[in-house]
């Protein structure tokens, strides 16, 4: 059984960035595509990007462009979403999310225990 | 851009049945599948439905959901409602033009 493992809660300051990690354990990392989705509090869901290890290709909302970046490191079945120039209103949960197939189109199978991050001066 | 509305709110009393829509603005709904996921607070959404009407394992059969193309939405329908069905409820597609994960703005089911 395939788990997705976050790393820890994160304080930032305004103007700062945070690095969100995402594990795979228990199954193979490369042949499934990953996406980060957020939750500020009391929101909804929004996706941010993903990314499709077998290609290397990566994909983002628009929304996020130019301030997010999405790697993997397939060796360590880990994936990192980055996020800069950070506000009070990136305060959310942040999941990581893997599809169940090769690339975005296939649905969301198992979804990490979510990160909080906080933004605040 | 493809974009999913869902109501705000719904509710129902145990024991009766309750639907919520998810409308497709944009694009036709039907062109990719849509998962219906279930989350309860300070925990991560799980999956209640995915590929249009398909139940996870464990998932009790007083879930179904259903694609109406004529009116552009998906349904997800709960039966035999139980306290425990409270929670908020998110549609989800993909939006093939943009490469992106598209999710409704989540309903929350009161369970009175």
């Known amino acids: 059984q395939v788990q997705l493992v976050q790393s820890g809660t994160e304080v930032k300051k305004p103007g700062s960035s945070v690095k969100v990690s995402c594990q795979a354990s228990g199954g193979f990392f490369r042949d499934n595509a990953i996406s980060w989705v957020r939750q500020a509090p009391g929101q909804g869901l929004e996706w941010i990007g993903g990314?499709?290890?077998?290609?290397?290709?990566?994909t983002y909302a628009q929304h996020f462009r130019g301030r997010v970046t999405i790697t993997a490191d397939t060796s360590a079945s880990t994936t990192y979403m980055e996020l800069r120039s950070l506000t009070p209103e990136d305060t959310a949960v942040y999941y990581c999310v893997r599809a169940g197939g090769v690339d975005l189109s296939s649905p969301p199978d198992v979804w990490g225990q979510g990160t909080t991050v906080t933004v605040s001066s | 851009n493809f974009t999913l509305t869902q109501p705000h709110s719904v509710s129902g009393s145990p024991g009766k049945t309750v639907t919520i829509s998810c409308t497709g603005n944009?694009?036709?709904?039907?062109?990719?599948?849509v998962q219906w996921y279930q989350q309860r607070p300070d925990s991560a959404p799980t999956t209640v439905i995915f590929e249009d009407n398909q139940r996870p394992s464990g998932v009790p059969d007083r879930f179904s959901a259903s694609i109406d193309r004529s009116s552009n939405s998906a349904s997800l329908s709960i039966s035999g409602l139980k306290t425990d069905d409270d929670a908020d409820y998110y549609c989800?597609?993909?939006?093939?033009?943009?490469?992106?994960?598209?999710f409704g703005g989540g309903t929350r089911l009161t369970v009175l």
């Open positions: 989800q597609s993909y939006d093939a033009n943009t490469h992106s994960w598209v």
């Open positions: 990314l499709i290890p077998v290609f290397g290709t990566m």
């Open positions: 944009g694009g036709s709904i039907a062109n990719n599948y």
